[in-house]
């Protein structure tokens, strides 16, 4: 069975510094993988997305994913944070099986970003 | 902007009491999902349609229904509400494509009962 885990719920870093968020996963097939990202009362806003063509994958805003099938990991990561960069941050593996597509999420990962 | 309608954006209504949200999908997309996104949850699928059928079910209450119509927008029913189903419900709808299937969600309606 597909299953995510985002091993953060909260990360803190500094302004201009990196941002780190881990993300693994478990699939029986060659997922596709995905990040979202949530800024407050807001819609779920994709990021950026895996989908076996390049195994680094550059998204909105600076932020990239690479994914790592020997350690079953889909990280997300930025060289320099921003304070707009302040949100919750969800990965999400999907499949599809019996014709239709499923999307597992992961509980999600807030971000602060401090002055 | 993802393409995705939804409304109303807020809603305030009793317990008890039954409502309607609604869904627009991105242009030629034909899955509709929904999601009910709370604090002490998080986000959990409800349902998912394709072309008007129903195609998965997650953690969705009996007192809850959803359809998608020939026009492919879709609306959830919640019936019978209760304190507990405040929460922001979300509609996404997705796109087959080669490189695989991406799905994009909309602004969400906040849902409140008193």
């Known amino acids: 069975a597909q299953s995510v885990t985002q091993l953060d719920s909260h990360v803190s870093v500094s302004e201009g510094t990196p941002v780190l968020l881990r993300c693994n996963y478990s699939s029986s097939y060659s997922p596709s993988l995905f990040w979202y990202v949530q800024h407050p009362n807001k819609g779920l806003q994709l990021l950026l997305k895996?989908?076996?063509?390049?195994?680094l994958v550059k998204g909105i805003n600076g932020f990239e994913a690479e994914f790592k099938k020997s350690e079953t990991s889909f990280h997300l990561t930025k060289p320099s944070a921003h304070m707009s960069d302040a949100a919750e941050y969800f990965c999400v593996v999907s499949d599809q099986t019996s014709g239709t597509y499923k999307y597992i999420f992961g509980t999600g990962t807030r971000l602060k970003v401090l002055a | 902007d993802s393409g995705v309608t939804q409304t109303p954006k807020h809603l305030i209504t009793a317990t008890g009491q039954r409502v309607t949200l609604r869904c627009s999908p991105r242009s030629g997309d034909l899955s509709v999902y929904w999601y009910q996104q709370s604090l002490d949850q998080g986000l959990q699928f409800l349902i998912q349609?394709?072309?008007?059928?129903?195609?998965a079910k997650g953690n969705i209450l009996e007192r809850f229904s959803a359809q998608q119509f020939p026009d492919l927008h879709s609306e959830l029913n919640l019936s019978s509400l209760e304190l507990g189903d405040s929460a922001l419900y979300f509609c996404?709808?997705?796109?087959?494509?080669?490189?695989?299937?991406?799905?994009?969600f909309g602004e969400g309606s906040w849902l409140t009962v008193v």
């Open positions: 996404a709808s997705s796109v087959n494509t080669v490189s695989g299937n991406t799905i994009y």
């Open positions: 895996y989908t076996s063509a390049a195994t």
């Open positions: 349609y394709y072309n008007g059928e129903e195609r």
